[in-house]
């Protein structure tokens, strides 16, 4: 089944780091990929010694897409592009029971990787398969094909007032 978790609030990669943890707890093979991260987002390291867990690997340093020039935009594109391909190959090899693909949307819309790919790699998925996806402002399509959609609603964050978001709480 397809899982959506999307919204301005906090929360979207967490819910999918606890579902791949329910998963692996359960005897799953779970590939975790994430785009827009680092090495160092916190979730990294206690998922990475979960047996049934694998992580695609990230960037050591990345920066917010809002503050990259259109250079490194490109670059991420080609990073990101490179990185869906490899694990949309590996998870329809039939070896991972779920896929979390984290901050999907936020790729998508950035225009780094097309919508036209992940619906490719959606319809061509086993259907055993559990597609966790997350992100801001999923398109409507991504909405319809969904089995499973959880909006995150901002009502009040720190960011808000100025405050960097924190090691071991944002990220």
Same mark, same amino acid.
């Given at each position: 089944?397809v899982h #959506?978790?999307?919204?301005?609030?906090?929360?979207?990669?967490? /819910?999918a @780091?606890?579902? /791949?943890v329910?998963a692996?707890?359960?005897n799953?093979?779970?590939l +975790? &990929?994430?785009?827009?991260?680092?090495?160092?987002s916190g979730?990294?390291?206690?998922?990475?010694?979960?047996?049934g867990?694998?992580?695609t %690997?990230?960037?050591? =340093?990345?920066k917010?897409? #809002?503050?990259m020039?259109? @250079?490194?935009?490109q670059? @991420?594109? &080609?990073?990101?592009?490179?990185?869906f391909?490899r694990? @949309? /190959?590996?998870?329809? %090899? *039939?070896r991972? *029971?779920?896929? &979390?693909?984290d901050? #999907?949307?936020?790729v998508v $819309? =950035?225009?780094?990787?097309?919508e036209a =790919?992940?619906f490719e790699f #959606?319809a $061509?998925?086993?259907k055993s398969?559990?597609?966790?996806?997350t992100?801001?402002?999923?398109?409507e399509?991504?909405?319809?094909?969904a089995?499973?959609?959880t909006e +995150? &609603?901002?009502?009040?964050?720190? +960011? *808000?007032?100025g405050i960097?978001?924190?090691?071991?709480?944002?990220?």
């Amino acid at each position: 089944m397809v899982h #959506i978790y999307y919204g301005d609030g906090k929360g979207k990669t967490t /819910a999918a @780091a606890g579902l /791949a943890v329910r998963a692996a707890g359960s005897n799953m093979r779970v590939l +975790f &990929v994430q785009f827009l991260k680092t090495e160092y987002s916190g979730e990294r390291r206690v998922l990475s010694g979960l047996e049934g867990v694998t992580l695609t %690997s990230c960037p050591l =340093e990345l920066k917010f897409t #809002i503050d990259m020039t259109e @250079a490194e935009r490109q670059q @991420a594109a &080609v990073l990101f592009r490179g990185m869906f391909e490899r694990s @949309a /190959a590996t998870a329809l %090899s *039939d070896r991972y *029971d779920m896929i &979390v693909l984290d901050e #999907i949307f936020d790729v998508v $819309n =950035e225009g780094m990787l097309s919508e036209a =790919e992940v619906f490719e790699f #959606i319809a $061509n998925a086993p259907k055993s398969i559990e597609i966790v996806m997350t992100g801001h402002d999923p398109s409507e399509r991504f909405l319809g094909v969904a089995d499973y959609v959880t909006e +995150f &609603v901002k009502r009040r964050h720190p +960011f *808000d007032r100025g405050i960097t978001g924190r090691k071991g709480i944002e990220f």
